[in-house]
């Protein structure tokens, strides 16, 4: 079982998360699905197909960390299995957020290889571990598949060998990130997102 009272909470958070994501054009449609720890064995999360600007209590369900439905005949995201490996391997994430924003889609189309890096940008310090401008930060970029399975071991095994990279790319799909609280998550989102912006206009300037 879980905590009803926790789950509401929860449920609340991922609205008014679906509402600040949606109003800023990074989650457009019924794209994108967010998360939230109730407890160490299960999230709420947003259930397939929803609008994400129009989320109500019902269109958060909760899983395990397994991915499997508790307690609801509603289907969740197929892309489940990406958000509870994080809570899996760090036990300290409250929140997951995956955004299909133009940006994030059209620059790791753009990048060459299977990682980008940040450099020298002042809001990399957003992010913990990272207290100064200088140096870099290095997201992975995976390439997009239909095999979430194999994709969500693929990024389990990475973060398990990189606990301090704050999320990553999907070839031409979006942007993933976490954070202890529903506040460091969408300061993280906001932030990668500005990152994402500065990287692409230099790519234009450059021309």
């Known amino acids: 079982m879980f905590d009803i009272t926790r789950y509401a909470n929860v449920a609340q958070e991922i609205i008014q998360?679906?509402?600040?994501?949606?109003?800023r054009?990074?989650?457009?449609?019924?794209?994108?699905?967010?998360?939230?720890?109730?407890?160490?064995?299960?999230?709420g999360i947003t259930?397939?197909?929803k609008h994400k600007g129009e989320l109500v209590a019902g269109?958060?369900?909760?899983?395990?960390?397994?991915?499997?439905?508790?307690?609801?005949?509603?289907?969740?995201?197929?892309?489940?299995?990406?958000h509870t490996v994080i809570y899996e391997l760090f036990p300290k994430v409250g929140a997951v957020l995956h955004t299909h924003s133009q940006g994030a889609t059209v620059l790791s189309?753009?990048?060459?290889?299977?990682?980008?890096?940040?450099?020298?940008?002042e809001l990399q310090k957003a992010f913990p571990g990272y207290d100064t401008h200088e140096g870099e930060m290095t997201l992975p970029?995976?390439?997009n598949t239909q095999d979430i399975v194999t994709l969500s071991q693929d990024t389990k095994a990475f973060f398990a060998q990189n606990p301090n990279v704050p999320g990553y790319l999907i070839r031409g799909h979006?942007?993933?990130?976490?954070?202890?609280?529903m506040a460091d998550c969408l300061r993280h989102v906001e932030?990668?997102?500005?990152?994402?912006?500065?990287?692409?206009?230099?790519k234009r300037l450059s021309r």
């Open 141 to 143: 970029v995976f390439d």
């Open 191 to 202: 932030a990668l997102e500005f990152l994402i912006a500065c990287e692409l206009d230099m």
């Open 59 to 82: 269109d958060v369900m909760v899983v395990n960390l397994q991915g499997e439905a508790v307690q609801s005949e509603c289907r969740s995201s197929a892309e489940t299995l990406l």
């Open 47 to 49: 259930v397939s197909g």
């Open 174 to 181: 979006g942007l993933y990130t976490w954070g202890a609280t």
């Open 17 to 23: 998360a679906g509402r600040f994501l949606y109003g």
């Open 109 to 121: 189309r753009l990048t060459q290889g299977e990682q980008l890096t940040f450099a020298d940008y």
């Open 25 to 43: 054009g990074w989650s457009p449609a019924t794209s994108s699905n967010y998360s939230a720890r109730i407890d160490a064995q299960h999230i």
